[in-house]
Each structure stands twice: as structure tokens, then as C-alpha cells.
């Protein structure tokens, strides 16, 4: 009888634990991809990036003589169906640790273990399971520097080969078109406009991880800052849907670190960031919806999204240019640079005074990386509601940011067309890609800042102090 493997965030061939377990049982494996209620919740880009990243899976899988089986409904259901059609026998997939998902797969557990199902779960989407990460005294960490002291030389097993051979059933069961999903229908910008900017698939994910080693390691350590130089890996697009292993970006960084390559370290360490931000999700599961220090709840938020100040900052146009350069970057790119994130993040949760839970979920709808663990230690970080979080009297100043990290000028002229005579065509192109419902052009005036830097700054700041807790 055949092993069905549930593929979720592990869109890949190697180091993928419940598919080569589900090989070596000798058995038949079906893959199957359910189109369920987890996914069907994703905002928009993200819900049109997996199903890129479904799509270029299916076709590795086909390439092996295998294939992958599209179906769409509540998984625990369409599990049961697929069960029923093929008389398999057992289910493995891969682990996943955001609330979420980690109440749907504990519920699909249960019941097909009720049902005399083997249901097994496997490591592979962490460097480390969470339960096995401690402080001295016991219990997780919430401050990042000692839990990175505590993994940086732990051993990570060396990532496993792709199968060579994945035995299929003597019949497959049937499959849903992808096409058919219209997993990008939600995106107000088009398709069209996000697909040039993505890298879709293991192959791709491996070549952007042995580029960055080869290239980009050496100069990280400064690069990583400047939103204009492509400095980084890239990968949270790829990590994010599993098309690499963590194991497999830890492995190259170790190497990299072995040869003395600069750089190299830093790249391990901002892998343990994302470790740290699936601890925290998973030991506190509130993160990803309310604020981590409770205290936070009596801070007066703007909680409208309908405010003019919220519109101004999802369009780029709060009339500070290092902020809607980086806003406008993330809607026709689907990615934004970190240092980006955390001004835009600053800006909106302080000078606008707004809840972090707004731009968390404007992020979730915009970004081809969206990380439910990521993105929400991001924005509490950001707000100071978060573990290990900047204080908020710590208020970015976006005029500083830019002397340090954009003083050439060189991000804002490609991402904002108003200022400038002869604007970029990545300037250009954010017009092509805004709604008609956005009253906008290349031919406006810029806007005059919906607030200064230094009164949003003085704003903030009077509001901590009057809050009462
Ligand atoms: P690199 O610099 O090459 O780093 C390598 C890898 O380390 C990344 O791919 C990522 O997996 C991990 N990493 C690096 N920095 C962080 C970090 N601060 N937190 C967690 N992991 C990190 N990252 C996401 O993957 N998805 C999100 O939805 C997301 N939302 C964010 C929201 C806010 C407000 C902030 C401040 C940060 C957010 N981040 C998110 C973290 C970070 O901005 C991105 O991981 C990073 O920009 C990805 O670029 P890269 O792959 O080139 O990173």
C-alpha cells in the first residue's frame, strides 16, 4: 500500500526528511499538495508565489517519474479522500511550527491516528527543533545573543540527497489543475507584474545560495546594510517555501567560515534569526497575533486602517523618500531590503503612531518571502512589543538613516519617480503596477511629508511616556 507524503513548506528534492523516509519503506509514495485551509488564508502575493513554487515542485517530482497530486479542501478531509482512493496506509509530511499550521497538523494527527493511519511527522523546515533549544535554567530563549552563543556550534546533519528513485503507484489517483486554483487572482497589481522578480525552485534556490558564497560572503558584513547593492543571499524567498533546507544555507556558511571567508559567520547568524523567530512562535504562539509583552495592549494604537496617514504609507507616498522607496519597492518587487523593513516598520508604528498589526498584515499580503514567524518578530521588534525588541523610545530617524545607509541617493532615485528629471524605469514601473483606484502619476508633485521626522519623533515619544503601564 502506498505512503502519501504531505508536502506543505518543503518544496524540494533533497534533504527533505518525509520524503526520503516515505522512500525507504520501499512502498509506492504519492505527493500530494492540498490547496487547504492554511493556504487558502495566505494574502495575495504570498498565495501567487506557492503556487509558482507548487508548479516548478510538481516538475522536479515529474522529472523523477514521480508526480505531484493537486487537491483543494480542509487537508484532514481530502487527506481521508486520498486515503479512501488509494488505500494508503500511512501519511508523513514535514514539521511546521506557526500557530496555524501547527493547530491544523496536530488536529490531522489525531484523527488519522483514530483512523489507524500512520501519521509521522519530520524535521527539516529548522536547524533545530524548538523543545531542543534551552536556556541554562531551563525554558526558551527570548533574547536572541544567548541563544545564538548556545547553537553556534552545535552540529547540524549534514543535508541528505534527493532520492534517486521515488517508486510511484501502479495508479495514480486523479489531480486538480493548478491553473484552476487561481492562486494569484487576489493580487490588485497582476501576476505579470511580481513573476520577472521571483526565483522559483530548488535548482534556482541553489544557485542563489552558491552565487552568494561565491560573490557576495565576503562583503556581507558592510553590504548588508545598503538597501541599493544587492549584498545579501536572497534565500527567504526560497527558504520560506522550503526549496532549500536550512541545513543545506548553515552547511555552505560553515564551509564558507572553514575557508575564511568574511562574511560567512554573519550569514550563519541571520539563519539563527529565523530560528529564533519559529522558538518564539512556537513557545509563544501569541506572537503572530497580539503583542508579545502584554503591557503593550493599553498603548492607544491608531487601529484604523482606513486612516489617510495608512493609505499614504501603503502607497509611498508619506513624503519621506527612503520610506516610500522602500513601500514601493516591496509592491512591484515582492521583497523589500531589511534595512527597508525596519524603517517603513519604525515609521508606521511610531512617527504614524499606527499598530504594528497593520503592517504586519500588509506585509503578509505584499511579500513573496512572507514568513509567519519572521514577519511577526519583525514588526513586534519593530514596535517594541516584541522579545529581545528595539525599546520604543529608540525611534528611527529616516533623514539619519538615509546620511547612513543611502547617502549616494542611488535607492531612492530607483524606486521614486516625482523627485527626479528622468526617472528610472523601476520607478516608472511602480506606476504600471499600482491599482486604477490609486490616484497617483510620475507627474505628481511629491508629497510634502504627511509628518516630519522630528514631530512624528517628539509624537511618539509623548505618547510612551504618558502610557500607563
Ligand atoms: P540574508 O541577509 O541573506 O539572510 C539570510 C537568511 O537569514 C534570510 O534569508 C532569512 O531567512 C534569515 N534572516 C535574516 N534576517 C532575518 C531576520 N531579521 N529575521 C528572521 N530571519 C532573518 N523575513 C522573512 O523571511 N519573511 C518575512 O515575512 C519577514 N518580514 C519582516 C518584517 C519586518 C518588519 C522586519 C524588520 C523583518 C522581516 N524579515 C522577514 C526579516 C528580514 O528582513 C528578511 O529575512 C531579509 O531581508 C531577507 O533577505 P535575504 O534573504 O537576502 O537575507
Not at 404 to 433: C, M, V
Amino acid at each position: 500500500t502506498p505512503v502519501i507524503y504531505w508536502v506543505r513548506r518543503d518544496l524540494r528534492l533533497s534533504d527533505n526528511g518525509a520524503l526520503t523516509a516515505a522512500v525507504d519503506t520501499g512502498r509506492p509514495v504519492i505527493p500530494l499538495f492540498i490547496c487547504d485551509e492554511v493556504v487558502e488564508g495566505h494574502g495575495a502575493a504570498p498565495k501567487f508565489r506557492l503556487g509558482e513554487g507548487v508548479r516548478v515542485f510538481g516538475g522536479a517530482l515529474a522529472e523523477t517519474g514521480s508526480r505531484l497530486i493537486l487537491r483543494r479542501g480542509a487537508a484532514l478531509d481530502v487527506l481521508r479522500e486520498v486515503i479512501a482512493q488509494t488505500g494508503a496506509e500511512a501519511v508523513y509530511w514535514n514539521r511546521l511550527y506557526d500557530p496555524e499550521a501547527k493547530a491544523r497538523d496536530t488536529k490531522v494527527k489525531a484523527a488519522l491516528k483514530d483512523d489507524g493511519v500512520e501519521a509521522k511527522s519530520f524535521a527539516g523546515h529548522l536547524l533545530f527543533e524548538p523543545w531542543t533549544v534551552e536556556t541554562k535554567t531551563g525554558g526558551f530563549y527570548k533574547v536572541f545573543t544567548p541563544m545564538w552563543k548556545m547553537v553556534r556550534d552545535r552540529d547540524v546533519a549534514a543535508p541528505v540527497p534527493a532520492p534517486d528513485d521515488i517508486p510511484a503507484p501502479a495508479d495514480w489517483p486523479e489531480s486538480d489543475d493548478l491553473d484552476d486554483w487561481g492562486l494569484g487572482d487576489a493580487m490588485r497589481r497582476g501576476a505579470a507584474v511580481l513573476a520577472p522578480h521571483m526565483c522559483v525552485g530548488e535548482e534556482a534556490a541553489r544557485g542563489r545560495l552558491g552565487a552568494f558564497m561565491a560573490h557576495k560572503v565576503e562583503g556581507y558584513d558592510t553590504n548588508r546594510d545598503l538597501p541599493s547593492v544587492d549584498g545579501t543571499s536572497r534565500l527567504s524567498e526560497n527558504l520560506t517555501y522550503g526549496e532549500i533546507s536550512p541545513a543545506t544555507c548553515w552547511h555552505a556558511g560553515r564551509r564558507g567560515m572553514a575557508e575564511g571567508k568574511k562574511g560567512a559567520e554573519t550569514f550563519c547568524k541571520e539563519l539563527v534569526w529565523r530560528e529564533f523567530a519559529y522558538h518564539l512562535a512556537h513557545h509563544t504562539p501569541r506572537i503572530t497575533t497580539d503583542n508579545w509583552k502584554e503591557d503593550w495592549d493599553a498603548f492607544p494604537w491608531n487601529e484604523d486602517e482606513r486612516k489617510a496617514e495608512v493609505k499614504a504609507w501603503k502607497q509611498g507616498r508619506t513624503g519621506l523618500p527612503f520610506v516610500d522607496a522602500a513601500m514601493r519597492e516591496m509592491y512591484v518587487t515582492g521583497t523589500m531590503h531589511n534595512r527597508g523593513r525596519m524603517i517603513v516598520a519604525s515609521y508606521l508604528t511610531k512617527h504614524l503612531l499606527c499598530h504594528w498589526k497593520i503592517g504586519m498584515k500588509w506585509f503578509e499580503d505584499c511579500l513573496i518571502d512572507w514568513d509567519p514567524a519572521s514577519n511577526a518578530m519583525g514588526w513586534q521588534w519593530s514596535a517594541g512589543s516584541g522579545p529581545d525588541a528595539t525599546p520604543y523610545f529608540r525611534v528611527f530617524n529616516p533623514d539619519t538613516q538615509v546620511e547612513k545607509f543611502d547617502r549616494d541617493g542611488q535607492y531612492r532615485k530607483t524606486w521614486i519617480a516625482e523627485r527626479y528629471g528622468s526617472p528610472s524605469d523601476t520607478a516608472l514601473s511602480y506606476f504600471n503596477a499600482i491599482p486604477e483606484s490609486w490616484p497617483m502619476s510620475p507627474d505628481d508633485d511629491y508629497p510634502k511629508p504627511i509628518v516630519e521626522a522630528s514631530e512624528g519623533r517628539k509624537r511618539a515619544l509623548e505618547a510612551y511616556e504618558n502610557r500607563d503601564f
